[in-house]
């Protein structure tokens, strides 16, 4: 076991880490006698009956002496509906319709706290009509490859801007009545063969890199409830993985909350001792088998003891909804709605505009919109988590609305939609283009004023379960798109997508391109709010849009997707989300990038990309100026000029990296050391302040196997993305 031993220099360097910052006791501690008193009239049957799941999502409570059961929301982008207690089937109620929230990449392509905390709000708040008292969320592992199945749900490729979005989307949701868990911990980065991998990854790149937006919500948002992931780390299963559950996360970050597996995600006894709370969603081990362990003497009474201590502290914390309040009015409202359209507004991303955005209707009066995606909702698909949502406003929905008296607008298909079914399968979804629905948008488009094409992928491609193969557009959308110029050189494009895609046809050929994610209930309102030019766009790139795949660090070193011993193959894809025999599966993923991750990697080995981590155009200029840096002994301070020099109102988002120049530890070019969202009136001038705390500064020292901030230089690029800086100033970290 790893101890934080950090010698006295160094100590005295991390003394001015603004730990005020830290939450200083947890909100879950303010119950403990009464704990002590309800436990001491349990049986250890009632206690182990606490530690698995009862139905598919909901764990006992303590019935004897009036304590409800814990109700889990599955989410983390909308509450999902009801379900027969010990299935996945929907029970189909009326009332249980939620509101479809933009997906994780979406959300952080805002780069605002505040619409991470309203995001929390509003899931919060209809879990509570839905009688919830945790939700499975927020999804916060770091994006390590592009081709991650989960990439949609989760944030960014950059530790900074996860932790602080994921803090506030903790902070609103247990504002609101709700328990938040995180997920999934740690290091499920890959979706193929996750329930048995073994991550093999440096401490510093766990420490700097993977954990930051899971100790940042425990630490700064005082966050109750963690999922531990399915993938081994280091040689142990996370669901009973001690230094994980209790060395890190308890002892290092002070968590008091609970620990739940995920769903089949639970190995062995071992598991209680080591940190776990709930085995979800059944009893397979911590029911009789962990009953027979305590009597054999094999795990201890004082573990079992303290795990349901914890669960209570969580319990006593959310005040139970009665059922008969739960699902008696509709889940999805129109304040949450208002959210979901918020949060989409601010994330929609312009990639490149030569002259086509916004749409001038006086010059384009035809406008034909290509493509499947522009009618399709995104929900749900795949496997896993999905909102049976109470409406979901499509781009072609959108644009009609908006357009309605202004154009004339017409749709063609284009490219076939990847199904349910072509997944089931396993049909790839890089194919050849349906002849005959591309020739029908080539008649539309050479007929038209103006093309929206509305490309990428839906929720059949980026699935929970398994990785996509590569990130090429799907569907032959690349050919479709070719042909589309060759009869009309006026394209949008919008990429529908939760991930990076290889953009680079379209990029050649479409004058204006935007990213426009899973985008929520109200993404297509949003989208064309952007594309008439009703709101400027202001998203801005949560990861690195590469120029190929092969570029990405865990690509280019080889380790990525892993390689299976010849023969071998069958069972590996017959064993893909199958719980039977995993425990004898040997397979590592070697995390050889370490520390760079994304940008960091790209920067730091000079490749270029497509689109740079932070890049996101508006309809109008910002100029950048007077950059003062004041060093004091909690951080850096940094103040600047902002001046919107266009015509309209819009948001630009300040990016602030920094480079250590004298480090004596490998160091990537640069990192997010901060940033802030900024709205700025038409010709208007504003100053902007940003503090970042020391704790930015910090890096995982390997030879005192703890933190350490380095004094001495720092540079400060001040700038619209990660390659657009704008100002650079220097100051000495105290
Ligand atoms: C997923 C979790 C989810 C759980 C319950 C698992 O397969 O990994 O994120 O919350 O199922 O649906």
Known sequence: MKKTLIPALLLLALSGCSPEADVKESALMKNEDRITEIMSAMTLEEKVAMLHGKHMFSSEGVPAQ?????????????????????SWNSIH???????????????????????????????????????????????????????????????????????????????????????VCLKHYALNNQEDHRGYVDVQVSERAMREIYLPPFEMSVRKGDAWGVMSAYNKVRGYWCSENKELLTDILRDDWGFKGVVISDWGGTHSVKAVEAGLNVEMPGASHLGKTLLDSLEAGVVSVEAVDQRVRELLRV???????????????????????????????????????????????????????????????????????????????TPLAGLLSRLEGKAEVTYAQGYAKYTAEDRHRRMPAVREPDQKLMEEAVELAGKSDLVIFVAGNNRDIETEGSDRTNIMLPMGQDELIKALAAVNPNIVTVVVTGAPA???????????????????????NALADILVGNIAPSGKLPFTFPVQLEDNPAYALGVFPQKIDEGNEDIFVNLVNRRRDRNSIKLEADYAEDIFVGYRWYESKKIPVLYPFGHGLSYVDFEYSDLALKSTSKGVKLSLTLTNSGKMDADEVVQVYASRPESAVIRPEKELAGFQRVTVKAGETRSVEIDIDKEV??????????????????????????????????????
């Open 502 to 524: 290889d953009l680079r046809v379209v990029k050649e050929v479409s004058p204006s391109v935007v990213v426009s994610w899973f985008n929520g209930s109200e993404g297509g």
């Open 697 to 734: 500064f910090r890096h995982w020292d390997e030879a005192s196997d703890g933190w350490a901030v380095e004094p001495g230089a720092a540079v400060f690029h001040v700038g619209s993305s990660s390659d657009d800086i704008r100002l650079t100033g220097k100051t000495r970290i105290k």
């Open 66 to 86: 009036g304590i409800a059961d814990i109700e889990y929301a599955d989410g983390p982008f909308g509450i999902r509906e009801e379900m027969e207690p010990h």
């Open 315 to 393: 319990r006593l914390a959310v005040e139970p909804v009665p059922a008969e309040k739960a699902n008696v009015e509709m889940t999805s409202q129109a304040p949450q709605q208002k959210i979901a359209y918020d949060v989409a507004a601010h994330s929609v991303v312009l990639l490149k505009n030569e002259g086509l955005l916004p749409i001038d209707t006086q010059k384009h009066k035809k406008i034909a919109v290509i493509g499947d995606n522009a009618v399709q909702t995104q929900s749900l698909g795949g496997v896993g988590a999905g909102v049976k949502t109470l409406y979901e406003v």
């Open 93 to 179: 109620l009326d009332t249980d319709s939620a509101t479809f929230f933009p997906t994780g990449s979406a959300l952080a392509a805002t780069w605002s706290d505040e619409l991470a905390r309203e995001y929390g709000k509003g899931m919060s708040i209809e879990a509570r009509l839905r009688g919830k008292d945790m939700i499975l969320g927020p999804a916060i592992n770091i994006q390590r490859v592009p081709t991650g199945g989960r990439t949609y749900e989760y944030f960014s490729e950059d530790p900074l801007l996860s932790s602080v979005l994921a803090t506030e989307y903790v902070l609103g949701v247990q504002e609101n009545g709700t328990a």
